[in-house]
Structure formats: C-alpha cells, structure tokens
C-alpha cells in the first residue's frame, strides 16, 4: 500500500504542473527548464539572457505583459517573421497559466 501510494504521489508530481496549478503557484523557472514544456532554455539560455543564436531574443528582464502577449501571438501566428518558426513549434506544451507563470519568471530575472 505504501508503495502504491509512493506511485501515484510519483506520478501526480511527474506529470506535474497541470495538478500542481491548483494546489500551488507554479513555478515558471521550472517551467522554463523542462524541456516537456517546449524547453526555452536550449534556445533562449539557461539564465534567459544568452540565447544560443545572436538572432535569438534575451528575455531576462522583460515585462511580463509583454512576454506573455508574444508567446500568445507566436502561437497563434499573429507574430510571423523570419525567426517565429523556431519556436512556434513548442508554443502549445504550455497553456495560458504556465506561460503567464514563465513570463513572470522572466520579468524577475
Ligand atoms: C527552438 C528555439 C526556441 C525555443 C525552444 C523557444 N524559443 Fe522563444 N523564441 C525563439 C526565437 C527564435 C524567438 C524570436 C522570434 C521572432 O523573431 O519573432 C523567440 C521569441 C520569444 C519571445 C519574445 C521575445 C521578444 O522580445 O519579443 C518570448 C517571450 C519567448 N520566445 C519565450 C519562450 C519561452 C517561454 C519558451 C519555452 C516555453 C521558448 N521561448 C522556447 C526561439 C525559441
């Protein structure tokens, strides 16, 4: 039994943030690393200032409305140029809590 329970608390906390967003704040900087969650920090750089492309954007410090509203229109298609393929691609691993969660971790770095 106490295994069991071992299990299912392993799998409530692997598949994690969507249990997780009504018990607790979630954690953008996690987020922000989980690579299941469109891993931002290949691209973008662990401390999300040093992106791995000089035409990658650095997104420490940024407001959070802002970063938010750019992932939204990146997903939707809203915000098309040269670079938004790159990342269109993982924009639907978060939903709109996770990102807002992301994006104030940003704001705070
Ligand atoms: C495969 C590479 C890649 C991954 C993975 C990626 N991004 Fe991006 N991201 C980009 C590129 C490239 C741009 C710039 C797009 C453009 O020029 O329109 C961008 C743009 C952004 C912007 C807008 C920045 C600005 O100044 O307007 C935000 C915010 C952002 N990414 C957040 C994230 C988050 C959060 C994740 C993880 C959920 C993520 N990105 C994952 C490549 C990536």
Redesign the pocket.
């Given at each position: 039994m106490k295994k069991l329970t071992q299990i299912a608390m392993t799998v409530a906390f692997a598949s994690g943030v969507s249990f997780a967003s009504s018990a607790m704040a979630l954690d953008g900087g996690a987020?922000?690393l989980n690579p299941a969650?469109?891993?931002?920090?290949?691209?973008?750089g662990k401390d999300a200032k040093t992106?791995?492309?000089p035409?990658?954007?650095?997104?420490a410090g940024?407001n959070a409305d802002?970063?938010?509203n750019?992932?939204k229109d990146?997903q939707s298609g809203k915000?098309?140029?040269?670079?938004?393929?790159?990342?269109k691609?993982?924009?639907h691993?978060?939903n709109d809590e996770?990102?807002k969660a992301?994006?104030q971790w940003?704001a705070e770095q």
């Amino acid at each position: 039994m106490k295994k069991l329970t071992q299990i299912a608390m392993t799998v409530a906390f692997a598949s994690g943030v969507s249990f997780a967003s009504s018990a607790m704040a979630l954690d953008g900087g996690a987020l922000y690393l989980n690579p299941a969650k469109g891993g931002c920090s290949a691209c973008h750089g662990k401390d999300a200032k040093t992106p791995i492309m000089p035409s990658y954007p650095k997104l420490a410090g940024q407001n959070a409305d802002y970063a938010f509203n750019q992932m939204k229109d990146i997903q939707s298609g809203k915000r098309n140029n040269g670079m938004t393929a790159a990342m269109k691609g993982i924009t639907h691993l978060t939903n709109d809590e996770e990102k807002k969660a992301i994006a104030q971790w940003l704001a705070e770095q």
